[in-house]
């Protein structure tokens, strides 16, 4: 008697070996997606390691003007008004009135003209840094390099990622320098790019899911195209807001055109409008899937009632969507947040010290930051690019986090 | 210019309730979707104040000819009618109609209970509200109360008005859907297999519901449960497919009794008496 009949289900015998050989096949698939998901992980744990060893760890200063032959006491001892005396006795007449008339100096804080006091008169210089693994694992080897090639200098632990860093403005020492412009640069740009691409990109998706005939060919080819350009290489984008918003329509985004006279069209407005251009066919595109997504019987439902096509999607349609709709505006706005080559191309400043203050001022956004001192030769430079990728990474998962948030409550008002 | 169906409507309440009011009349009826013919030269007079019961076999275009009543079916790519629907002497098809009135008085429920994802409440209020309702909070409170009375469902969540339609059970979600209906004031009510997603006990609820509501509404019913149809209905249309094409007919309509006891057409009388379909 055979184990089973031709050309029917195995039986006995041979239908346990079956059973364990698909059983076998699907363990070695879900080992495949074990590994595929610890090496997403390890790739991840590498990538911030990478970050906070850098942002952390031992550097060593030298001081060009000894503290001692400026105050009899240690600069940490001594109050605001006496910082303030020494300064204006070891730097000229002019620099010092220079510095009253930027913000004087009875309006500025300690730690402020201690920073002055330390940059201005100590001339502090940082000649070495060393990376948090190293910090923590090999101090003996560090001092005895230090003791080597600079034996003036002065060890400190350091965290590069400080209030200061926060709330400086740019600075050509990496010691001094902030990223108070850039992060105020990014928001800026943030803020306007999503007020400009979320309503068109909304927009677009609905007019395209719930109004356009989908059985024409033009609106076959232009769905098709919008996914296409989905994925155009950024500096493409940053190529046409070029050509574009800064040099054709510089009237308007230099802000001449509302009276603004000290700028040309490399402002906020036209990184933002570059931005939203690349964003809007991610926005549509996802956009576009969480309309799809609500069921038609709300639709029918809302119809069947005698409610007009706009009545239906503005009461059930777009609230049903918009958990989605909010979930790919999420993942196109990061995407922006971390975009750097449309900015370079477009040309946003690498070294500003003022704030930006409207649509029409010049700016600088944090991964600008973070390229431009990566490519710098001084090492501590690199230091500060791993503590400005931090302040990036943080506020990317802050924007996140409120969206999500956001998100859920959207949703649980609704079921 | 819509056509004005408002006027007509407090007629109906004048009207003595004779019994051979007809509702809505179908005169030569055609349905295309596209290239395809879905049904064939349709002609029938829907009393008022009745229960009038499609059946048939499967694909036979019941539902197409339901979703024709309340122009449904202008939502589906390529669909196009011929002929004529009269309500109150007005083709519903003709070019100045405006669809929107269409489904206005004339309500449907859908197979499966597809309530929205908001409160009872709002569930209720929501068609009152976006057909431009007039009057105070205390109004539509009142029109809702009304309304879930309406629908045997008031006594079961007056005290849960502010939760989710979802959270109720299948057969209530149902009579919801009937509420919401009847809480725009429709002559007709269309319902397209309403209780095929409901158990029996739910089932009987709403047909003790259908009883209730056609004292005030015209409901036609597509069924495939042919007990059902019995039960309920006093008018039944059979439909079967158009000789040899795919394009469904009506090919009896008459008293409910007739048809399940002395149907004139031999194929009638096989499909109620279960031999085939």
């Known amino acids: 008697m055979s184990a089973h009949t031709p050309g029917g289900l195995p039986e006995g015998q041979a239908a346990t070996e079956n059973l364990r050989g698909r059983h076998r096949f699907g363990l070695a698939w879900q080992a495949w997606f074990l590994l595929a998901t610890c090496i997403g992980i390890i790739g991840l744990t590498a990538l911030l390691y990478n970050i906070v060893d850098r942002a952390f760890g031992y550097m060593a200063y030298e001081d060009k003007v000894a503290v001692a032959t400026v105050s009899d006491r240690p600069l940490d001892e001594l109050s605001q008004p006496e910082l303030v005396a020494i300064l204006q006795k070891k730097i000229s007449k002019g620099a010092f009135n220079k510095l009253d008339k930027e913000q004087p100096f009875t309006s500025r804080s300690r730690d402020d003209v201690y920073a002055l006091v330390v940059e201005r008169v100590i001339q502090r210089k940082v000649v070495e840094t060393w990376s948090l693994t190293e910090s923590l694992t090999n101090r003996a080897k560090i001092e005895a390099e230090l003791a080597e090639d600079h034996p003036q200098a002065t060890l400190e632990f350091r965290s590069w990622l400080t209030v200061g860093f926060l709330t400086n403005p740019m600075s050509s020492q990496a010691e001094y320098a902030g990223v108070r412009t850039a992060i105020l640069g990014s928001l800026w740009l943030i803020a306007i790019t999503i007020l400009i691409a979320l309503p068109i990109g909304v927009g677009a998706a609905i007019y395209l899911q719930e109004y356009a005939d989908h059985g024409t060919w033009i609106n076959r080819i232009i769905e098709t195209n919008i996914y296409n350009l989905a994925g155009v290489p950024s500096i493409v984008y940053g190529i046409l807001g070029l050509a574009i918003f800064v040099r054709a329509l510089e009237a308007f985004s230099s802000g001449a055109l509302f009276g603004v006279t000290d700028s040309n069209g490399r402002t906020i407005i036209s990184a933002a409008m570059t931005m939203a251009l690349l964003i809007l066919p991610l926005i549509i595109v996802n956009a576009q899937e969480a309309i799809k997504a609500v069921p038609d019987s709300l639709r029918q439902a809302a119809y069947g009632l005698g409610a007009t096509k706009w009545q239906t999607i503005w009461s059930h349609v777009l609230p049903n969507a918009l958990p989605g709709i909010l979930t790919g505006s999420i993942l196109a706005v990061s995407r922006a947040i971390g975009e750097t080559a449309p900015l370079i191309v477009i040309g946003a400043s690498t070294f500003i010290t003022v704030d930006p203050d409207g649509l029409f001022s010049k700016f600088t956004a944090l991964p600008i930051q973070i390229y431009n001192w990566t490519s710098r030769p001084q090492g501590e430079f690199r230091n500060i690019a791993a503590a400005a990728i931090l302040v990036l990474l943080l506020m990317l998962l802050t924007l996140n986090a409120t969206a999500i948030g956001l998100r859920n409550r959207f949703s649980r008002r609704l079921y | ?277």
């Open chain 2, 1 to 277: 210019m819509g056509l004005n169906l408002s006027t007509v409507v407090s007629d109906r309440h004048s009207s003595n309730g004779a019994t051979d009011n007809v509702a809505i009349e179908t005169r030569g009826l055609h349905i295309y979707y596209g290239a395809f013919k879905a049904i064939h030269d349709v002609s029938l007079k829907i009393k008022s104040r009745e229960i009038t019961a499609i059946i048939g076999p499967s694909g036979c275009g019941k539902s197409t000819i339901l979703r024709a009543f309340n122009r449904m079916n202008d939502f589906v790519s390529g669909a196009r009618a011929e002929g004529e629907i009269l309500m109150h002497g007005r083709n519903l098809y003709a070019p100045e109609v405006d669809p929107v009135e269409v489904r206005r008085r004339i309500g449907m429920v859908f197979q499966k209970p597809n309530p929205f994802p908001k409160s009872i409440y709002e569930n209720i209020s929501w068609g009152a509200r976006i057909n431009g309702f007039r009057g105070n909070k205390g109004d539509l409170d009142a029109l809702v109360e009304r309304s879930l009375r309406g629908a045997a469902l008031w006594e079961e969540v007056k005290d849960k008005l502010n939760q989710s339609g979802y959270s109720l059970s299948g057969g209530q979600q149902q009579r919801l859907c009937i509420a919401r209906t009847i809480a725009i004031s429709p002559e007709i009510i269309l319902m397209d297999e309403p209780c095929s997603a409901l158990d029996p006990i739910a089932t009987l609820k709403i047909e003790e519901l259908m009883q209730e509501l056609k004292k005030d509404y015209t409901i036609i019913i597509v069924t495939h449960n042919m007990q059902q149809a019995a039960r309920v209905s006093d008018r039944t249309a059979m439909m079967m497919l158009y000789e040899g094409t795919r394009a469904g007919t009506v090919i009896e309509f008459d008293d409910t009794n007739t048809i399940f006891t002395r149907p004139k057409d031999k194929r009638t009388e096989d499909y109620v008496s279960g031999r085939f379909g």
